[in-house]
């Protein structure tokens, strides 16, 4: 056996080679993060087979390990002496949380100026739904190269990105890929891929399941696919035998999830020079916030459901108000409308002056998503004005001036129509 201390081995799908439209869901996952940290501010270790790990003496576990380190068969979680006798002169580092937690951030908002859509799944890893960005930034295959090129040289570290349509694909892609690595696997090539596999590949198939797949002579992914459903019922219960066939056949409809309402919203709030009771100076600054939230949703491709407006009085009392429509949107019109009634119901029942007003549209989802059809039972008004705010897009963009807008807006904006009524009056976190 060939000893080498480079990586194992790389793989890295061209995204011009192949039709990678439909790969819209990236897990990305940093590659030895921990371990890659330390070789970042210690060239030296560059190269080393190395591993970040606690105390070698007593119950000390690996916590990250080297490529270099791994050739060896040192992984995470092994007891630090056992992987000190699986590669003597291995050098042992202690952990630096508060590092690995500056770098964790620096990577989240790298992944969150691709889209809003991320679901961290850990410090290093996380799903992107890059459906909606495709307009503004290109295909996935060129979002994911044009990714790892910015972490390895903006962060100095290197990440390995799997993309699909689904996220267990895209899942399975990037271990596959591991490390530094780029696969792309389009639905056309799910099953090629997932058939020969072990049945460990599938998504919550541990030891014992493995071995009680075994039992039932069921050793690869299509095999599981290829069995009666009934009879992979009757072994592993409804739940479990509905999904791993599901898995199996690479269907799975899980959605990207941001981690909360709140990283999964765009929004807009602006402080007063004065504090203010005006009616009609209080509509002009929430037109302006509302624009300015539908206009980052429309440039991340994103609609949402829910929108909130948040007031702060000259005594800092903060007041928020939502309500969800019934059908996402992107529209200024739509934004603006809803957040005035809000506000107008809220200063009906009293209140001083103001001192800042905000506006956020959460629950945010990538606006292909959103079939036409829908758009009927939505609460945006007539069609006509997604054309003319994209126009009014273009025209921002082009003259560097948001002092254009449809004239409608501004004189009576449409009531659009409710279905769930969210209102609330919570404590704002960030009140005095
Ligand atoms: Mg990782």
Redesign the pocket.
Known sequence: MSHHTGTARQVTSDPSSVDDSDCTILHV???A?FAMVEVRRRPELRGVPMMVAGASGGRGVVLSATYEARVSGVRSAMPTSAAMALCPGIVVVPPDHSAYAEASRAVMRMFADVTPLVEPLSV??AFLDVAGARRRYGRPGFIAANLRARIRAELGLTATVGAASTKFVAKLASSLAKPDGLLLVPPSRVLDLLHPLPVRALWGVGPKTATRLASMGLITVGEIAAMDLPMLIGALGKANGIRLHDLAWGRDNRRVQGSSAADSSVGAESTFAVDSADPSFLAREMLALAEKTARRARLAGVRGRTISIKVRYEDFTTVTRSVTLSSPTDLSHTVYATALELLSKLRASGGGRVRLLGVRLEGLRPDDDVGEQLELGSGDPRPGWREAENAVDRAVARFGTSAIRPAALVERPERPRWSTRVCENRPDSDAR
């Open positions: 996952d940093m590659d993060f290093d890893e």
